[in-house]
């Protein structure tokens, strides 16, 4: 009866969905992010312009935040997932009574701080948020400099949900789909400089259920989808001539990387320019390193590394160009949980030997591979205990600070002792990726592909809004080294493995061709009943993801070790990652004691399986990679759904959400992870590991090695992540960092 209990929130949920308007056939609505190839590289391009990569620069920029006059409306949710073309823009102009006119009399409506969710918000756990699903118009007006005309200039949103629309001075600029990710418009040729502008956006975010083409599509999902423009949001002025990003990625361990750095030119002029490169250590002392988001803000002593450090492009008007690097740091310092070491590359573009544009990115020395069953980071085996996170507070929703993102992650480094992180069923704040690369908090991250059933598959294969979704938490996060393993989807049925299985193949090939950056992809798949047809669609990803309910929603406590140990024989490959485990405490803690039973009951069997034990030795037959305790913190779920359907308050959490109160379970966790902590879950390192003063001139020399090179760039056969030459490196071996 219990475990009836416990699924009837998906029983409920499908019979709802007839009644809740199920989507036989889906919106025309199109992805907005496209890739073109340019000089060899997959660049991003979003509504027809270069993708800007979102982290914080030192350029001019007009903070969008504050007071806007907002109306709540009852949207038309058929005609938002309308393709927009000069018919659907004017259909939702007309719907909108001139909503998007700079002569539009919004004197009457109320006001909205942004960012910020539109539901009117508790302040506390012991309430529900309110359950706001539907339309909102939000205006403002904004001065922009008049010396600002000349250049390109972006309004970026870090994310808004569910599908916006934005007008600048009464003109259409764009339409984007997807509550999670940040995207942008180039808004140049719509202002008026010198002047005051009048900004309108349409926010559309039907019920949660009522459009099954939308990403997530499900009713009762288990946690709180909220409407309106949730996060940071901002004007950028970026030179006619500019940098739009720049792509890092570690080939090996031992300083090698690769650097591709886009250049648009957004005059009519063809032009060359000069990108140089620099890069420094940070400073993990610097009073901005927890404080400041800006990497260039924690820029400490310079890094000496070998390989060319300019390149002259030649842009053509309104085009892009890329200029490629293969520099090796000397004497690197790798970025590990224990030991979460940064650079920052600074980058200088130059035009007739003037500088007309920075950009700074936050990067680190870091590989992840899979190789016989072992997860390993820069070489070593791994065995990361952690927990997973919802992005929400009581009293601002999603809507995330610096500040309140640096709090969690904080208790879960240096509190609960967590070396792993699953930042929830979507991607969070950008900011929260460059917290954990700086506090040293191995992620992953996935996008809210969650309980997607047979009907759901088949829109996602026709309108591929969850691989733009994907694309987008790529490219924002491209460059942070604590990003291990990107996530494809959340407890789907296992009577729909064979659409799985489709679906990761295609997401898998779009990672491999347009987002090589050599990381791993995994899902997160119930190890219930029918778990053996589900296993078939690990095929074409690296890391087998699963949520290990055993004694909580299916069979018993000790189930989970003939899962692990049949896992094994199975697919001896495969890492295994918990992507779940847990148990709710109820409202009032009444059921704090049979919470902890759930973590002392479970973790035996995980630690008897973990690829390292508390010492750090290698465990040869274990194949868990890590843990997830689902959550660190209680969070609102069910969207306002009955109560009989599900409580509004979800209390896995090993903390209320005031942060501060503890359950009893959450010290039992903190010290059962310390051991692995303490020696920072990973293993003995390679032999072929460079050491030695990065103040030495040599390039790059191994003296400490035994492989007998003077160069780890050259072939030998030490098995090195970069060994292309190497007859044994494992090249084949999925997600491979060689």
């Keep these: ?79 938002s997932f309308t393709k927009r073309d000069a018919a659907t823009i004017t259909a939702i102009e007309t719907e909108g009574g001139g909503r998007h006119t700079a002569a539009y009399d919004d004197s009457a409506w109320d006001t909205r701080t942004l960012p910020g969710v539109e539901a009117e918000m508790p302040g506390n756990e012991s309430a529900p948020p309110e359950a706001y699903h539907d339309g909102v ?24 949900n569910y599908i916006l629309d934005l007008w600048v001075n009464g003109e259409w600029v764009g339409v984007h789909e997807g509550g999670y990710t940040p995207f942008a418009f180039d808004i140049s040729d719509d202002l008026n400089y ?26 009762a999902m288990d946690w709180w989808s909220y409407t309106g423009v949730i996060q940071g949001l901002y004007l950028v002025k970026l030179p006619a001539t500019h940098i739009v990003r720049t792509n890092v990625v570690a080939q090996d361990y031992n300083g090698k990387f690769a650097v591709d750095v886009v250049v648009a030119n957004a005059d009519g002029g063809d032009t060359d320019a000069e990108v140089s490169i620099e890069i420094f250590h940070a400073d993990p002392d610097d009073p901005d390193y927890l404080t400041d988001p800006d990497p260039s803000k924690i820029i400490g002593d310079t890094a000496k590394f070998d390989g060319a450090d300019s390149a002259t492009v030649s842009v053509d008007g309104n085009d892009v160009a890329v200029a490629r690097f293969s520099p090796t740091i000397r004497s690197p310092r790798r970025w590990t949980p224990d030991e979460p070491n940064l650079y920052v590359l600074k980058t200088t573009l130059r035009i007739g030997g003037n500088i ?32 997973a996170r919802h992005e929400e507070w009581p009293d601002t929703g999603r809507t995330a600070s610096w500040e309140r993102i640096r709090d969690d992650i904080e208790i879960l480094r240096e509190d609960l002792n967590a ?32 309980w997607f059933l047979g009907w759901n598959w088949d829109h996602e294969e026709q309108r591929r809004i969850a691989q733009q979704m994907f694309r987008e938490m790529v490219l924002s996060n491209f ?106 405490s109820n409202s009032d803690d009444s059921n704090s004691q049979e919470q902890e039973d759930a973590f002392t009951n479970t973790w035996p069997y995980f630690a008897s399986y973990a690829a390292l034990d508390t010492e750090g030795n290698v465990n040869d037959d274990g194949v868990l990679a890590a843990t997830s305790w689902w959550c660190a913190f209680n969070w609102f779920t069910k969207n306002g759904l009955p109560e009989f359907i599900g409580p509004f308050a979800q209390t896995m959490g090993l903390i209320h959400q005031d942060r501060t109160t503890w359950k009893p379970v959450a010290s039992t966790l903190a010290e059962a992870y310390q051991p692995y902590a303490d020696f920072g879950g990973l293993g003995p390192e390679p032999d072929d590991y460079v050491i030695g003063d990065d103040d030495d001139d040599d390039a790059g020399d191994d003296d400490a090695s035994d492989d007998d090179t003077a160069d780890d760039d050259s072939a030998s056969d030490d098995d090195v992540a970069d060994d292309d030459a190497s007859e044994d490196d494992d090249d084949d071996d999925a997600g491979c960092g060689c």
Excluded: C
């Design 137 to 160: 118009w939000y205006r403002r007006t904004v001065n922009v400099p008049a010396d600002w005309e000349g250049g390109r200039i972006n309004f970026a949103f870090l994310s808004a």
């Design 419 to 450: 070396l792993f992180f699953r930042s929830g069923h979507y991607p969070s704040h950008m900011y929260t990726y460059l917290l954990t690369d700086r506090l040293g908090l191995a992620t992953m991250v996935e996008i809210p592909v969650y």
């Design 1 to 79: 009866m219990r475990r009836l209990l416990d699924h009837l929130p998906l029983l409920v949920g499908l019979l709802a969905l007839p009644t809740l308007g199920y989507a036989d056939v889906p919106g025309t609505l199109a992805p907005t992010l496209e890739f073109q190839t340019i000089d060899g590289v997959q660049v991003p391009f979003q509504s027809g312009v270069p993708l800007m990569d979102f982290e914080p620069q030192q350029r001019e920029t007009i903070d969008m935040g504050g007071t806007w006059k907002k109306e709540r409306v009852s949207l038309d949710h058929d005609l």
């Design 194 to 219: 010198g002047a005051v502008n009048q900004i309108a956006v349409r926010v559309d975010k039907p019920p949660p259920g009522s459009r099954q083409d939308a990403v997530p599509g499900w009713v």
């Design 356 to 387: 007309v544009d920075t950009h700074h990115t936050q990067f680190g020395i870091r590989t992840v591979e899979r190789d016989s069953g072992k997860l390993l980071v820069n070489g070593r085996v791994a065995f990361l205990p952690g927990v």
């Design 479 to 584: 460059n942070r080294p604590s990003v291990l393993m990107w996530g494809l989807n959340n407890e789907p049925p296992f009577l729909f493995w064979e659409k799985i299985l489709a679906y990761n193949e295609r997401m898998t090939a779009d990672h491999d061709d347009n987002l090589p950056d050599r990381r791993l992809i995994t899902q997160s798949p119930a190890a219930g009943a029918g778990w053996e047809k589900l296993a078939a669609s690990i095929a074409p990803i690296d890391v087998a993801g699963w949520t290990l309910y055993y004694g909580v929603f299916y069979d018993e406590y000790e189930d989970v070790e003939g899962f692990l140990d049949t896992h094994r024989e199975t697919y001896p490959d495969y890492p295994i990652v918990a992507t779940e485990f847990g148990l709710w």
